[in-house]
């Protein structure tokens, strides 16, 4: 059973840079896509970067494009997802996502079976 524990999470002021980690366990042997996804108070969870290894590939939402930066450590099973630019926008529990299956587009929720239980990032315009 996979397990992922998100950290890094905090509040800001716009403009500023935060970067959030993701450790995973259990498991980590099988997956073949990971991904961050948001809420924000009163909204559906949404995607915002996904790596995917066979074959590789970096996804991102158009809202963070430019902004943001996933990237992985699989020697200490890792992802990361550095925040630039933040916007107030940007507000809300991020969580991270793992999957073993390897077909599916890596942007959708539903092709996800792990998921850590979130990290708060607050920011102040």
């Known amino acids: 059973q996979v397990q992922l524990v998100e950290s890094g999470g905090g509040l800001l002021q716009a403009g500023g840079s935060l970067r959030l980690s993701c450790a995973a366990s259990?498991?980590?042997?099988?997956?073949?896509?990971m991904a961050w996804f948001r809420q924000a108070p009163g909204k559906e969870r949404e995607f915002v970067a996904a790596?995917?290894?066979?074959?590789?590939?970096?996804y991102y939402a158009d809202a963070v494009k430019g902004r943001f930066t996933i990237s992985e450590d699989n020697a200490k099973n890792m992802v990361y997802l550095q925040m630039n630019s933040l916007k107030p926008e940007d507000t809300a529990v991020y969580y991270c996502?793992?999957?073993?299956?390897?077909?599916?587009?890596?942007?959708?929720?539903?092709?996800?079976?792990?998921w850590g239980q979130g990290t708060q990032v607050t920011v102040s315009s």
């Open positions: 996502a793992a999957d073993g299956r390897i077909y599916g587009d890596p942007r959708l929720r539903a092709l996800y079976n792990y």
């Open positions: 790596i995917r290894w066979s074959p590789t590939g970096v």
């Open positions: 259990g498991g980590t042997f099988s997956l073949y896509k």
